[in-house]
Structure formats: C-alpha cells, structure tokens
C-alpha cells in the first residue's frame, strides 16, 4: 500500500487517512524513517526524529532513523511502514540514491511494507519529479528525474489555483497521469 499526501501526520486529515490505511495500530507499527537532506549525523542520532515520530504515535522500540552512512544497517527489517516526509525532493532522492537505498525501497513495498510519503516523499515515490524545478532547488549534479516509480504517475502537491498554470502544462506534456493534492488531500494506493 501506498499513502501519499502533501502534508502527512501534520495535517489533521491527512493524518487520519495515514492511520485508517496503516497495516496496523499505528503503535504496533515499525517503521523506517528517512530524515531529509537537511539531517545531520547527529540529527539521525539524537532523539530529535525519535520524538517527532513518538508524537507521531509510533512506539520507542518500533522506529528505525535511516542513517545515509550505513544503509547496510537498515535491509533485511521487520518493517511495517517506510516513511519519507517533507524537504528537498531533489536532495533527499539523491541521498537516497547515492547510498543505493533506492531499490531496497521498492523492494520492501514489493513485499508488503506501506510507504507513507508527504511532500517530497509523495514525490518520490512518483514516476518523474523534474516538474519540480519550479518548486526547488536542484542539485548541480543531478541529472536523473525518475521517481521510485512506485506510483505510475505524478503528482504536483500542496495544490492550489496558484499552482494550476503547473497543473496545466503537465497534463498537457506528461506521458504519465497527473494528480493534484491541496494539502488537505491524500492519495491511497492498494
């Protein structure tokens, strides 16, 4: 299952769509957390994430922080949800990618692990992020725009009128289906 939404737990109806999908109680739960480019080594290591997710619902001893440096650490879990919150599409994908978690990814919601994106992580699991050039800052060395491919399709977030002009152009150019999402919107993929 795939849950995608413009501003997960932080929006209050986003945040029911996210619970009433989930595989089970959100307590119940493990869940692998990807912090975005914006996280240090010590971000990942404090309890910084930790608290956001307890906020969040998620249990103590339930959540995985994904550490970018040692993604060796984090394949082969007993995983109920993977989640990728907000940020820089472009950067957190590319971290991503860099430390070959990319696949794992897929592989894990392959075989039945929910992924849960909001924002940049909706993005992400999308088909094609270049759209977002309007949006965010791209890394000079980034030339690769496919998504995870987990949603066959994308997605322009945190829809408003302001963004219709976006909307337009890509249905008229995209070779894959075009979603809106205001930020009150969520997307659930079975």
Known sequence: ???????????TNSREV????????????????????????????????HA?????????????????????????????VIY?????????????????FDK???????????????SAGAHIATKDISHLVEFDPLPEDM???????LFDGILVCHYTPLRQHVLDRLQNISRFPVFALTDDESLVIK
């Open 1 to 11: 299952m795939i849950i995608l939404s413009s501003c997960d737990f932080r929006n």
């Open 18 to 49: 996210i619970l009433n999908n989930l595989p089970k109680s959100i307590g119940q739960c493990k869940v692998l957390f990807f912090p975005n480019e914006k996280a240090t080594l010590e971000d990942i290591y404090s309890e910084k994430y």
């Open 52 to 80: 956001r997710l307890q906020g969040f619902g998620f249990r103590e001893g339930n959540i995985h922080i994904f550490d970018y440096c040692n993604p060796k650490n984090f394949q082969n879990l007993d995983l109920d």
């Open 84 to 100: 990728i919150s907000g940020g820089n599409t472009f950067k957190t994908l590319q971290r991503i990618r860099k430390c070959a």
């Open 104 to 118: 794992e990814i897929i592989h894990y919601v392959d075989h039945g692990v929910t992924y849960v994106g909001g």
């Open 143 to 149: 030339d690769d725009f496919n998504g995870l491919g």
